[in-house]
């Protein structure tokens, strides 16, 4: 894993998989209050994290969220595609296309383990 001179990082879907990717910071989106918010209503909790790997150079994928709340209790959703230093390769040595790496890269994150991190993360930086 090599750093190219446009600053991406490139490797193949497989290689990202087996990299381990960690909890690097996350934060929540200042909130704008509406003139037109109302007691009871319900609120809105959104913001960011960003998560990496261990290796030199490091793969970073970010991403936005958002806190859904129902009965049901509280829901952790990504909310568009992630940011990222990383293009996937494909087996046969070609790019993938900026747009496909970015929804392959949202699948990755969506099976990664950060809805669990997150309520512990948002509360240590915020307490």
């Known amino acids: ?31 704008q209050h509406s003139p037109t918010a109302a007691c009871g209503r319900l609120t809105s909790l959104s913001g960011y994290t960003e998560w990496i790997s261990a290796n030199d150079p490091a793969i970073s994928i970010g991403w ?6 129902s009965a049901s209790g509280p829901r952790w959703i990504r909310v568009g595609l992630p940011r ?35 309520p512990n993360a948002v509360a240590i930086r915020y307490a």
């Open 1 to 31: 894993m090599h750093l190219s001179s446009d600053g991406l990082i490139r490797l193949t879907l497989d290689q990202l998989l087996s990299t381990p990717l960690e909890h690097l910071v996350s934060g929540v989106d200042l909130d």
């Open 84 to 118: 990222s230093n990383l293009l996937l390769m494909q087996d046969t040595g070609c790019e993938t296309s900026w747009h496909s790496n970015l929804e392959i890269l949202g699948t990755v994150v969506d099976a990664l383990a950060w809805r669990e991190v997150m």
């Open 64 to 69: 936005d969220w958002r806190l859904l709340t």
